[in-house]
């Protein structure tokens, strides 16, 4: 499966919605909830939603809700081109692909802040009739909420563009990681029980 994948990674003509479909038509989901691998939640339950809605205004590729013994966290995920021009400048520097994800990226937060409670309602249709909804799923707690932008490969990354991600991840809960990251992961868990 990963084989498969790791070839669609190298075509020419491969692009976000090419991945997405690839992840759906072969319902490998894993790979995209083993992001979990970058946090510290997902041990106890994890949840999946492929194409996230936020209001009529924005949709996430994926939100993957963990559930650690501190309660229920969630990464809402976005896909860019993993190859291409623009992922990063010959400086490092983030370029084009990556500003646009991480510009997605900060739109959500900025609605989520004004519109955290109306997502109660979507969690609703997804419980179980006798589930009631813990807490973090109604009153929004930033620290509970991480953002991921998956682009470029490996060796798009620079030194400076690593600093920029450890950086990033500090002030903005935004995480930037490249696709071999996603297929590292997505290995890793492979045969395993647990995220």
Same mark, same amino acid.
Request: aromatic content about 12%.
């Given at each position: 499966?990963?084989a498969?994948n790791?070839c669609?990674l190298?075509?020419?003509?491969?692009? /976000?919605?090419?991945?997405l +479909?690839f992840i759906?038509?072969?319902?490998? @989901?894993?790979?995209?909830?083993s992001?979990?691998k @970058?946090?510290?939640?997902?041990?106890?339950?994890?949840y999946?939603?492929?194409?996230?809605? %936020?209001g009529?205004? @924005?949709?996430?590729?994926?939100l993957?809700?963990?559930?650690g013994?501190g309660g229920?966290?969630?990464?809402? #995920?976005? %896909?860019e081109a993993?190859?291409?021009?623009?992922?990063?400048l010959?400086?490092g520097?983030?370029?084009? #692909?990556?500003?646009k994800?991480?510009?997605?990226?900060?739109d959500w937060?900025?609605?989520?802040d004004?519109?955290?409670?109306?997502?109660k /309602?979507?969690?609703? +249709?997804?419980r179980?009739a006798?589930?009631?909804?813990p807490?973090?799923?109604?009153?929004?707690?930033?620290?509970?909420l991480?953002?991921?932008?998956i682009?470029?490969?490996r060796n798009?990354f620079?030194?400076?563009?690593?600093?920029?991600r450890r +950086?990033e991840? %500090?002030?903005?809960n935004?995480? %930037?990681?490249? @696709?071999?990251n996603?297929?590292d992961?997505?290995s890793?868990?492979?045969? +395993?029980?647990?995220y």
């Amino acid at each position: 499966m990963l084989a498969s994948n790791n070839c669609l990674l190298n075509s020419e003509d491969v692009n /976000e919605r090419s991945i997405l +479909k690839f992840i759906t038509e072969h319902r490998a @989901y894993f790979i995209i909830a083993s992001l979990l691998k @970058y946090f510290h939640f997902g041990h106890h339950a994890t949840y999946l939603f492929p194409e996230f809605q %936020l209001g009529n205004s @924005y949709q996430a590729d994926y939100l993957i809700i963990g559930r650690g013994s501190g309660g229920h966290e969630f990464v809402f #995920v976005e %896909l860019e081109a993993p190859k291409g021009r623009g992922i990063i400048l010959t400086d490092g520097e983030l370029g084009e #692909v990556f500003r646009k994800g991480r510009k997605q990226l900060c739109d959500w937060q900025t609605w989520l802040d004004g519109n955290y409670s109306s997502l109660k /309602e979507t969690f609703n +249709k997804s419980r179980r009739a006798d589930a009631l909804l813990p807490d973090e799923f109604v009153t929004m707690d930033r620290s509970r909420l991480h953002f991921v932008a998956i682009a470029g490969k490996r060796n798009n990354f620079t030194n400076k563009t690593y600093e920029i991600r450890r +950086k990033e991840r %500090l002030d903005t809960n935004i995480f %930037l990681l490249h @696709y071999d990251n996603l297929i590292d992961a997505a290995s890793d868990v492979i045969g +395993k029980n647990t995220y």
